[in-house]
């Protein structure tokens, strides 16, 4: 499974999206360590603030089945699902991606299938508060 093909099941996975009040569609796919694919949308709701992103619903689609380690995301996303720019991934995600995946996970965004950049965790959330800083 090479970025490529990321890319393209994430831009299925938008198909999904239900944003009927940002109409900015977003699909994720995350790809364990052993090869398995979880495919995720952004789901928004009339009190906005119940909106979950892509990412996140892909991470708790895969948390949910069992999986524990995580080799890459990919994340697609566009206004009326036209993807003109890189969908980085936002800060509560970038956290919440922190709580299960090393510094060196993944990070995939496309505009298209020449067009994919990768970025490290760690370096999209450096200096994390983290589970290490809670103790015993
Ligand atoms: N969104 C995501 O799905 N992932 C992100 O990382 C950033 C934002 C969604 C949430 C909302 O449905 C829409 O994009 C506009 O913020």
Known sequence: MDKK???????????????????????????????????GCNVENASYSLTNCAERTALFS??????KEFEAI??????????????????????????FCEEDFKVFVGIN???IKEFKLGDLLPCSFDKSKLGE
């Open 62 to 67: 895969a948390i949910a089945n069992g999986e």
């Open 5 to 39: 093909d990321l890319f393209n099941i994430a831009k299925d996975a938008m198909k999904h999206s239900y944003a009927p009040y940002s109409n900015y569609n977003v699909g994720a796919v995350l790809l364990t360590k052993n090869g398995k694919i979880y495919k």
């Open 113 to 115: 299938e020449n067009d």
């Open 74 to 99: 990919c994340i697609v996303g566009g206004k009326n699902g036209v993807i003109t720019d890189y969908a980085m991934p936002c800060g509560a995600c970038r956290q919440v991606l922190a709580e």
